[in-house]
Every structure is written in structure tokens, then in C-alpha cells.
């Protein structure tokens, strides 16, 4: 983006392969908008919740970008990246769901402006509507159809966005350009770290934790 103006976009649903993918589809989408890293005067990056490796992938390649270039590093949460873009109607709470499997579900709230009303969390399924304001709502992400089937049997309303269900860099963008905007680029010269809400199931040797070194 320069500005407001998008110069090159791309949106590619990929269930693997996003290490090799990812490096080769930057410089492409690069090269369409006639930038190189040395014009760039910001980067944006989704922090989670996801999966271990897809924010880890991405994470490693926009700090190593931010680094090398002295740029600043905007993070923002795959909630509300997928949020963005909903056009929710007046009263409605808009209930961003991510699956996260094992009868649980990746769950942030927004009113219908877009502001958040809760923080990300992951809360079994059955346990959601205690985080859910409101009379009406519509739900976006790969856990929509579960919140909207689960809200039925509370005899609760819930229409299922238009949206694509996972994060679109072009919403990351726009909640970047406007976090730069109100706050400054001096702001987000630290690194975000990934937010992760459920520990792994992947142990290092000695039951280590695999971390993301900052």
C-alpha cells in the first residue's frame, strides 16, 4: 500500500508449504507494485492465534525484513485481521472463530464499529456465549458455522459473514496503515511476539517448549 492506495495484492489459501511459498510470492507481489525493499517504510504481520509453524513462518520473515531495513513492525492479531472486513449491521456483535479443535474455538468479540470488546482467547465451545454481548450477531473465521450452530441452540440468531475465513494481508494492511497513522512508526520499532493460546504439542528434547526467539 502507499497510503490508502493498494499497489499489489494477493490472497492465497495454502494448507502447507508456506515456507517456501512465502518468500518467492513477497517478491512477486513486490516487483507488480514497482517497490523493493529499500522504498518500503513499514511492515505488518499477523501474530496468531494460528498454528505454531504458519506464525512462525511469518513472523521470522517479517523480522528478518524489519531488521535488515531499520523499518517499523506492526502487529495484528488473525482475529481481528478477519474481522476487518465485515460489514456488520447496526447492534450486531461480530464473533471472530478460528477451529481450534479438541471442542474449542480462537474467539474475539468487536461491536459492529469494529472495536474490540474482549481480548483473543481460546474457551470450549460450550462455554462461549458467556463471552458473547448481545442479541445478534454474525460470525466470520473458520470457527463461524460452530459459534452460529452453538448460538441456535440458545435460541440465538447468528447469520454467517460473506468474508473469507482466514486473514487477508489487504485487512493487515489497512489496521497497520491506521495504527501508523494514530500512533507514529517509533511505536512499533520493537518486534511483536507471537501470540500463542494454547501450548504446543510438540516437545523439545528434555520437554523444552518451542519458543520463537526474539
Not at 477451529?99 to 468479540?109: F, M, S
Not at 507514529?184 to 501450548?199: E, K, S
Amino acid at each position: 500500500m502507499d497510503g490508502e492506495r493498494v499497489l499489489a495484492h494477493r490472497f492465497e489459501v495454502r494448507t502447507r508449504g508456506h515456507a517456501e511459498a512465502l518468500m518467492p510470492m513477497l517478491s512477486a507481489v513486490m516487483a507488480e507494485a514497482g517497490v523493493t525493499p529499500a522504498t518500503l517504510g513499514a511492515l505488518a504481520v499477523t501474530i496468531g492465534p494460528g498454528t505454531f509453524t504458519g506464525l512462525r513462518v511469518g513472523l521470522a520473515a517479517a523480522r528478518g525484513l524489519a531488521l535488515a531495513r531499520a523499518l517499523p513492525l506492526v502487529g495484528v492479531t488473525t482475529l481481528e485481521a478477519v474481522a476487518a472486513p465485515v460489514a456488520a449491521r447496526d447492534g450486531e456483535t461480530i464473533a471472530a472463530a478460528f477451529d481450534a479443535r479438541r471442542g474449542e474455538i480462537y474467539l474475539q468479540v468487536f461491536d459492529a464499529a469494529h472495536a474490540p470488546v474482549c481480548e483473543p482467547m481460546i474457551v470450549a465451545l460450550d462455554a462461549a456465549l458467556a463471552h458473547l454481548p448481545g442479541a445478534s450477531f454474525v460470525a466470520v473465521g473458520t470457527g463461524a458455522a460452530l459459534v452460529a450452530e452453538m448460538l441456535a441452540t440458545k435460541g440465538l440468531a447468528c447469520r454467517l459473514a460473506e468474508n473469507a475465513p482466514q486473514p487477508d494481508a489487504l485487512a493487515v494492511a489497512k489496521i497497520a496503515h491506521a495504527r501508523l497513522a494514530a500512533h507514529g512508526p517509533d511505536r512499533f520499532r520493537a518486534a511483536p511476539a507471537p501470540l500463542y493460546l494454547r501450548a504446543p504439542d510438540a516437545k523439545l528434547p528434555g520437554g523444552l517448549d518451542p519458543v520463537l526467539e526474539a
